[in-house]
């Protein structure tokens, strides 16, 4: 009778153990697909390049604003529009770009257009 009390305990030793290594096999499949599903900003930065310039066909310059929402991402892209001579008289323009918390693009729009050696103006 004490052998079977002895195999009993240690069968339910087995089963506690394999059920605790499943769950900690869960968290960490968890981690994986949150960190698979939040990308880095500087993947955000790239991938947001590339899509605008994919969509609008114009090479972006710089991102001057980067800021992570509740709803995902936003920055602002500056944009070679059109190309002149001098550079100086080169229209660019500033896009905002809205992005989803996997960095997919969600849409973009034009909030500012100006000649690269224009400054903005004063507001007081």
Do not use: C
């Not at 909030?111 to 004063?122: C, Q, T």
């Amino acid at each position: 009778m004490s052998n079977t009390s002895n195999t009993s305990k240690t069968q339910n030793s087995r089963t506690a153990q394999k059920s605790d290594e499943t769950e900690e096999t869960e968290e960490t499949e968890e981690a994986r697909e949150s960190a698979v599903e939040r990308p880095s900003p500087m993947q955000v930065l790239r991938h947001a390049r590339t899509q605008l310039a994919e969509l609008t066909g114009m090479a972006p310059e710089s991102v001057s604003s980067f800021e992570q929402t509740e709803d995902g991402w936003t920055l602002e892209v500056e944009v070679l529009e059109i190309a002149r001579v001098p550079d100086t008289m080169s229209l660019l323009a500033s896009y905002r770009v809205e992005l989803d918390p996997a960095g997919e693009l969600t849409g973009y729009r034009r909030v500012r257009r100006y000649e690269r050696g224009r400054a903005d103006p004063h507001r007081r």
